[in-house]
Each structure stands twice: as structure tokens, then as C-alpha cells.
């Protein structure tokens, strides 16, 4: 078989398309080469099919090779740290954990990407962009340094049949935020006086480990008007009354909760695994997690659990007013040491073309949406399902804001140190008043930022 020309490269991997719909992948000479790039498990192993199928495309395509490992999400973020660390690294890897971007960036740890970037600039969201558009403290300014690909909210998950045991409708769930969730604590007491004594009515994760406890943190932090707490200039207000205020509600509601025993007590040891566990053996009603992993993870086994479910976008906050989502985004990483940057570089502009990262999630069941809106909205398959209706419309076409480490990485600090989940601890377990436990970890973040400043330009 001939070897790839140029031109060849262009026609197999982009197609026949109006010039300029989609960018030439960047190939930086003609020669073959290979590139290491570890790769987190999916939560289901439709995305492990996935991922293995545009590796083999990209491939046919570009004459090079992508030498993979696939790695579960906990093990991956240890030996992320430990080759960072060492300095042996792959020529590429994912923001594992999310805020991992923000930090590495900051150490000057990470190659920029803004070329890869470019290639699709204008059709990214606000959120995704302003995600990977990372600090670095020694060449003191902000760049690209990581690729999205994906981006994912917090919706809510809910077995209605649980709600109709306990004798209401979806339809009886009221639209405020503390109202909502006050909801699923009357159905627990229906279903207990019902004699079912296992359910509990919320699935919301209390632990000082993983992703999960975290980003609920921040959604509560939000829903009572405390996103002002680290604002664009990368500045920290932790003096604001309104935030503070805020933040002690933040604590105070799941905290209550979980002592009055409408949240598992389980929930203190949770990772980001085990409330979608929790929640698929219906010991709780009603779950806030990232992504619809909860309803694609059981799809296909089971088909009527999967439409027992509803997939439900944010309440209202207390006032009536639409909150903000805060979202995360998946980027590709390329480490400073990676012996071949050409083509991890070549290999994330394959995969953000819109045409191919909508196939690539589509073919993942769409756990992930695209960072980009034009490609739900050129693609009904988005919308056919509830549940990704659900999801879409939340995060893509309702407001977001990236996390707050986009704005300082000070907060990716924060976030590995679950300053918040051990507020909740100190709650939960020691005693602490929410006030009291809020005054600590807002000192403790006075602390942290005080070790990353940035330069405003």
C-alpha cells in the first residue's frame, strides 16, 4: 500500500468539506512517529471502545502511532503525579484530577497548546476556554495549556418510581433550591412509614476524597450567592459578608441533613464511584453528581431502571433566580519532557474537529457533552434522549462558569486539600458549628492564595 501524502493525510482525515469548516490536523513533518498517551478508563466500556476506535482512525489518517494505556481514574491520577514528579512522563494525559491543569500550568510543567487550540477557537464555550486558559507563574501570563474535549455539569438524578411509592409526582417537586431538596426528605419518611427502612432520601457526597464532594460543595456555594468567592482577576474575597454567608449555608444544609439522617451514613467515606453505586441500588431517591454516568453505566443492562430514571437540570435558588452551573472540562496534557510533542499535538487536532469529537462521545453514549454548542445543535441525536436533553440544556444552553481554580490556581490548592469536605468533617463529626467551620477554611484559603499571586496585566 503507498505511503500517505500530504494530501492523502488531508482527504482521509478531514473529508470533503467547504474550506475552512474544519482545521488541517498539524503534522509537523511526514516521517511516522509514536506518541505515549494514557488514557482514564470510562465509566462505562462503550468510552473504552470509543477511545480505541479514533485511535485507529487517527492512525489510518496520519501514518502515526498512538502507544496507549488505559487507566482507571484513581490509580491514573497517582501515576500522573509520580511522573510529573519524576519527570518521566507520556506525551500526553488528561486533567486527572480536573483542577490538575491549573496547577501544573502554574509550575510551568505544561507545553502550550494554543495552536491546537486555535484550530477550533471559535466554536468553544466561554467556560471550556477560559477553563484551559491556565496562569503560569514563571513566564508570568496566561496561555493554553490544555486541549478540551469535553465538558460536563452537575444535574440531578432521580428514581421516580420512588417517588411514586412515597405517593407523590415529579411533578410535586417544587422549583427552589432548599424547597427542592427538602422534598426528597418528606418521600424517605413516606417510604419509612412504609416499612422500606434502607432508603434515604439524598445521595450527597460528604467525603474528603475524589471530585464529587467538591464540585457539591461548590454547587450549594453558588446556589446561595456565593460565586463572587474567587472572581476573574484571580482574586480571593473571602472577607465578602455575602460569601461568607454563602459558604456557612453551604455547609450547613448537607451537613444538617446528613445528621438528621436523610443522607447515608456511608457518605462520609464516599468516592466518586460510590453514590452512583449507592443511587443504582436505590438506597437513595435522588442523586446531584457530574455527567449522566448514573443512567449510561446501566443503559444497556438494564433498560427499564435506565427510563425509571429522570435526569433533572438545577432548581431555582431561593429567590426564584436561575443559578449558574459550574463546569467542568476534560482536556488533553501534554507534559514539558514529552519526547514526542508533534504528534500528541497532531492527535488532539484530529480529535476536536466537530465531526469526529461528536462521534467519539456519541459512540461513548454521550456520557460527556462536545465543549462546543454548534455540534448538539447540528445533531438532533442529543435531544432524542430525556436524559441528554436534560443534561445538554443544563450545560450547554443554560449559564455556566468554569471552576474557580481557572481563575487561580490557588483553588486547585484548595480543592486537593478539601478544604470544604473537611469543614464539613469538622460538622459533622467534631461538632462544629457551620459558622465556625466556615470562618476556618476561609482563613485556611486566605493562607493558600497568599502563595499564588498573579500578576494582573
Not at 469538622?426 to 457551620?434: E, R
Request: proline share 6%; glycine share 6%.
Amino acid at each position: 500500500m503507498p505511503g500517505l501524502t500530504r494530501r492523502s493525510l488531508i482527504r482521509n482525515s478531514l473529508g470533503v468539506v467547504a474550506a475552512g469548516a474544519l482545521a488541517r490536523p498539524y503534522i509537523a513533518n511526514a516521517q511516522a512517529k509514536t506518541a505515549t498517551v494514557w488514557w482514564i478508563q470510562g465509566f462505562v466500556e462503550d468510552e473504552d471502545i470509543s477511545f480505541k476506535k479514533i485511535v485507529g482512525d487517527y492512525q489510518k489518517a496520519s501514518g502515526n502511532t498512538i502507544d496507549y494505556s488505559i487507566i482507571p481514574f484513581a490509580p491514573m491520577r497517582q501515576k500522573i503525579v509520580s511522573a510529573v514528579t519524576s519527570g518521566v512522563v507520556p506525551d500526553m494525559f488528561q486533567n486527572s484530577p480536573a483542577e490538575a491543569v491549573a496547577l501544573y500550568a502554574w509550575d510551568n510543567k505544561l507545553v502550550d497548546v494554543s495552536d491546537v487550540v486555535a484550530t477550533q477557537k471559535d466554536k468553544y464555550t466561554e467556560t471550556a476556554l477560559m477553563t484551559a486558559n491556565c496562569y503560569n507563574n514563571v513566564e508570568k501570563k496566561r496561555s493554553f495549556y490544555g486541549v478540551p474535549y469535553t465538558q460536563s455539569v452537575l444535574p440531578n438524578h432521580v428514581w421516580r418510581p420512588l417517588v411514586e411509592k412515597a405517593g407523590f409526582t415529579m411533578e410535586d417537586i417544587p422549583n427552589k433550591w432548599d424547597a427542592y431538596y427538602d422534598f426528597f426528605k418528606g418521600v424517605q419518611k413516606k417510604l419509612r412509614a412504609m416499612g422500606d427502612r434502607r432508603v434515604y432520601g439524598m445521595g450527597l457526597t460528604l467525603s474528603t476524597t475524589g471530585n464529587d464532594t467538591n464540585n457539591q460543595f461548590n454547587y450549594f456555594l453558588n446556589a446561595y450567592g456565593g460565586r463572587g468567592m474567587v472572581t476573574k482577576d484571580g482574586r480571593l474575597h473571602a472577607d465578602d459578608p455575602q460569601v461568607i454567608e454563602a459558604a456557612i449555608k453551604a455547609l450547613e444544609y448537607p451537613t444538617t441533613a446528613y445528621k438528621q439522617g436523610f443522607i447515608p451514613p456511608s457518605a462520609i467515606n464516599w468516592n466518586d464511584s460510590d453514590n452512583n453505586n449507592a443511587f443504582h441500588s436505590k438506597l437513595v431517591v435522588m442523586d446531584l453528581d457530574g455527567t449522566i454516568s448514573t443512567e449510561v453505566a446501566i443503559m444497556k443492562k438494564h433498560p427499564k431502571d435506565y427510563d425509571d430514571i429522570v435526569t433533572m437540570g438545577l432548581a431555582l435558588d431561593n429567590n426564584g433566580k436561575p443559578i449558574t452551573s459550574q463546569a467542568n472540562n476534560t482536556c488533553g496534557l501534554i507534559p514539558k519532557g514529552a519526547k514526542n510533542i508533534e504528534v500528541a499535538k497532531n492527535f488532539l487536532t484530529y480529535l476536536i474537529q466537530p465531526n469526529i469529537l461528536n462521534e467519539f462521545l456519541k459512540t461513548g453514549l454521550g456520557r460527556n457533552m462536545p465543549p462546543m454548542q454548534s455540534i448538539v445543535q447540528n445533531d438532533p441525536w442529543w435531544f432524542a434522549d430525556p436524559h441528554r436533553d436534560a443534561y445538554v440544556k443544563q450545560g450547554l444552553f443554560s449559564p455556566t462558569l468554569p471552576d474557580f481554580f481557572a481563575y487561580n490556581p490557588a483553588y486547585a490548592h484548595v480543592r486537593s486539600e478539601h478544604v470544604w469536605g473537611m469543614a464539613r468533617t469538622d460538622i459533622m463529626m467534631q461538632g462544629m458549628t457551620p459558622q465556625a467551620a466556615a470562618e476556618k477554611a476561609l482563613k485556611r484559603m486566605k493562607t493558600i492564595f497568599a502563595k499564588y499571586p498573579i500578576q494582573q496585566s
